[in-house]
T-cell receptor, first 115, second 113 residues
Framework: DSGVTQTPKHLITATGQRVTLRCSPR?????VYWYQQSLDQGLQFLIQ???????AKGNILERFSAQQFPDLHSELNLSSLELGDSALYFC??????????????FGDGTRLSIL | KNQVEQSPQSLIILEGKNCTLQ??????????LRWYKQDTGRGPVSLTI?????NTKSNGRYTATLDADTKQSSLHITASQLSDSASYIC????????????FGSGTRLSIRP
């Protein structure tokens, strides 16, 4: 058990809809990362938050947004969903130190299926 | 272009045997290289993290090497077990820019009894 909790585990919705994925980081971790894993593109980094502030952006679409709340949980919002957004979405958290050399602990993901 | 390439794409070995997985990268400026193990349907689990100055790091039966000059890394698994069956993913981060986190496509390892 990584200590990172993601909900829901599965989500099925239709094109054009909007969904929110939730992540609770490990106790004490201030950084949260979001990743997308699809069959054709593998794992891709989307966005990172550190203590409530956006720290870095990867290949995140404009239709996607995220935030980290004062209690450090994070939400990833996906809107105007397309068939190609079907994927596993992972959240990871890392320790309180700033910098990219901290080990990241992954949740088990939310599987999003767009019909 | 920042890239991470892994080989082989898949590998089947007998239980108890050793194996080595390869990772070549062109990410620059280099910050660190990580190896993850991912079981089907689960999140990746960190095996090793290496920075520029480290050329070997071990975690139990897993040993990673890094040659920053040739931009190559390997993950050696000793005395394989059935539970080692998984995908192994190499990830390279660029220095001072967390937006450059580049994933390899992974090696699918199957251990046969």
């Amino acid at each position: 058990d990584s200590g990172v909790t993601q909900t829901p585990k599965h989500l099925i919705t239709a094109t054009g809809q909007r969904v929110t994925l939730r992540c609770s980081p490990r106790s004490g971790d201030l950084s949260v990362y979001w990743y997308q894993q699809s069959l054709d593109q593998g794992l891709q980094f989307l966005i990172q938050y550190y203590n409530g502030e956006e720290r870095a952006k990867g290949n995140i679409l404009e239709r996607f947004s995220a935030q980290q709340f004062p209690d450090l949980h994070s939400e990833l919002n996906l809107s105007s969903l397309e068939l190609g957004d079907s994927a596993l979405y992972f959240c990871a958290s890392s320790g309180s130190g700033v910098g990219s050399n901290q080990p990241q602990h992954f949740g088990d993901g939310t599987r999003l299926s767009i019909l | 272009k920042n890239q991470v390439e892994q080989s082989p794409q898949s590998l089947i070995i007998l239980e108890g045997k050793n194996c080595t997985l390869q990772c070549n990268y062109t990410v620059s400026p280099f910050s660190n290289l990580r190896w993850y193990k991912q079981d089907t349907g689960r999140g990746p689990v960190s095996l090793t993290i290496m920075t520029f100055s480290e050329n070997t790091k071990s975690n139990g039966r897993y040993t990673a090497t890094l040659d920053a000059d040739t931009k190559q890394s390997s993950l050696h698994i000793t005395a394989s077990q059935l539970s080692d069956s998984a995908s192994y993913i190499c990830v390279v981060s660029a220095r001072s820019s967390a937006s450059k986190i580049i994933f390899g496509s992974g090696t699918r390892l199957s251990i046969r009894p």
